[in-house]
Every structure is written in structure tokens, then in C-alpha cells.
């Protein structure tokens, strides 16, 4: 075009676009475009669904380590009754006998004190044989 370009000083068109300048870009440009749009967010979309199926396998595994453990904490909770229990069995068996030993301690205590005071009473008794015994 004489006298310059669109946009430049002295160009004629003054900035309009011409009627070919406004073609919309070819067919196949575009369906490539979409086409490519849609393969990539397919391949994002199917990272997104892996990390997630990923996550949900890792809670799936903790869950059933978790599970385990507590089937574990179970069967020790359920042992340790039992064995309270046989110990509480032995502990009932045993308290008459533990009875029978405390009866003893009383009556020891008691004997003893009787002792403490036969002594006495033969030490009193010594003391006057002896005044006796000097007359």
C-alpha cells in the first residue's frame, strides 16, 4: 500500500482493520487447540484422580494398621483380665489362711503380753521370797 503501513504515520487506513485481518485463525488450528486443551486437562484431571486414589489407599492402609493394633490391645486387655482374675481366684483361696495367720499374730501378741506380765508377777515373787527368806 502506498504511502505505508496501518498503524504508521502517514498510512491511509488511519488504524482500521481490514476485512482480512479480521479472519478468525483456520479450522484445523482450533480443533488442534481443543484437542490439545482437552488432552492435557485429561492428563491433569487423571494426575488429580491417581493422588487421590492414592491418598484413599494410604487411609485404607492406615485404617487396617490401626485395626490391627487395636486386635492386638484387645487380646492383651483380655489376657491381663483373665490373669486379674486368676489372681483374684488365688487371693480368695489363700484368705482364710491369711485369716488364720492374723488370728495367730493376735493371740501371739496376747501370749506375749502375758508373759510380760507372769514375768512381773515371778520377779515380785522373787523379791519377796527373798525378804521372806531374811526373816
Do not use: H, W
Amino acid at each position: 500500500s502506498p504511502g505505508g503501513c496501518r498503524g504508521q504515520p502517514g498510512g491511509r487506513d488511519g488504524g482500521v482493520e481490514t476485512a482480512e485481518e479480521a479472519v478468525e485463525p483456520a479450522e484445523p488450528d482450533i480443533n488442534e487447540l481443543c484437542t490439545d486443551m482437552f488432552e492435557k486437562m485429561a492428563v491433569f484431571l487423571q494426575g488429580e484422580l491417581t493422588a487421590t486414589c492414592e491418598d484413599y489407599r494410604l487411609l485404607e492402609n492406615m485404617n487396617k494398621l490401626t485395626s490391627l493394633k487395636y486386635m492386638e490391645m484387645k487380646d492383651i486387655s483380655i489376657n491381663i483380665s483373665r490373669n486379674l482374675q486368676d489372681l483374684n481366684n488365688k487371693y480368695a483361696s489363700l484368705q482364710p489362711y491369711l485369716d488364720q495367720i492374723n488370728q495367730i499374730e493376735e493371740q501371739v501378741s496376747s501370749l506375749e503380753q502375758a508373759a510380760y506380765k507372769l514375768d512381773a508377777y515371778s520377779k515380785k515373787l522373787e523379791a519377796r521370797f527373798k525378804k521372806l527368806e531374811k526373816r
